[in-house]
């Protein structure tokens, strides 16, 4: 079975530009996030899809940061500007959801952002 | 809403040493508890799920001790090797009508030879 898949593994921006990560999650997984991983402040939670639906949009990150699940195999993240504090990791995961089922994870994106 | 802590976020053993990596929650109706491990450049991978009341739980090379009555969660590594340097994290389910986790913020474990 295909796990999270996430691409691409690396972007590197210039300041103001527009990026678009994009991730698959487990086929016949409902659950989808997107986080960002950074040294300083850890694990953040960006947005929750359940069912294709936003269950969740992280407060902090509504400004430049959107999140859109088409189908229920495929989401992107968009960030719009960029900024240099916007580097780190973004992760996606998936899960089954209902019922206490564990995420799994992508391997990542690192945004570099100049 | 649910906050977990976990201590602590740095710790160095000897290989053959035990390892003791805690996080305690403060929501009572947690249900589902996991322990994640992150080895460098890599990204997160699930060591264990538990959900019962006090609970111990046997993998590879490690336990995971859950005791909902002091809504502690700990991962011991009982015989550390090199190959665990990395980072883990715990991760609690506060219900099962979502899926979303609340995360520690993570320990950063060094096994040195």
């Known amino acids: 079975d295909a796990g999270v898949t996430q691409t691409p593994r690396h972007e590197v921006a210039e300041k103001g530009q527009t990026i678009i990560l994009k991730c698959e999650p487990v086929?016949?997984?409902?659950?989808l996030f997107w986080y960002r991983q950074t040294k300083i402040q850890g694990l953040e939670l960006l947005s929750y899809?359940?069912?294709?639906?936003?269950?969740?949009d992280g407060g902090a990150f509504k400004d430049r940061f959107k999140a859109e699940m088409l189908n229920s195999s495929f989401s992107t993240l968009k960030i719009q500007p960029t900024e240099p504090k916007d580097s780190a990791v973004y992760l996606c995961?998936?899960?089954?959801?209902?019922?206490?089922?564990?995420?799994?994870f992508g391997p990542g994106t690192r945004l570099t952002v100049l | 809403g649910e906050q977990v802590e976990q201590r602590p976020p740095h710790l160095s053993v000897r290989e053959g040493d035990s390892a003791v990596i805690t996080c305690t929650y403060t929501d009572p109706n947690s249900y589902y508890f996991f322990w994640y491990k992150q080895e460098p450049g890599a990204s997160l991978q699930l060591l264990m799920k538990v959900f019962s009341s006090t609970e111990i739980n046997e993998g590879q090379g490690f336990t995971v001790l859950l005791n909902k009555k002091d809504k502690r969660l700990s991962l011991n590594l009982t015989a550390a090797h090199p190959g665990d340097s990395a980072a883990y994290f715990c991760a609690v389910l506060r219900n099962t009508n979502t899926g979303k986790l609340t995360f520690g913020d993570g320990t950063v474990l060094t096994v040195k030879p």
């Open positions: 086929s016949g997984h409902n659950d």
């Open positions: 995961a998936s899960s089954l959801g209902w019922g206490g089922y564990e995420q799994y």
């Open positions: 899809f359940r069912s294709k639906s936003l269950m969740e």
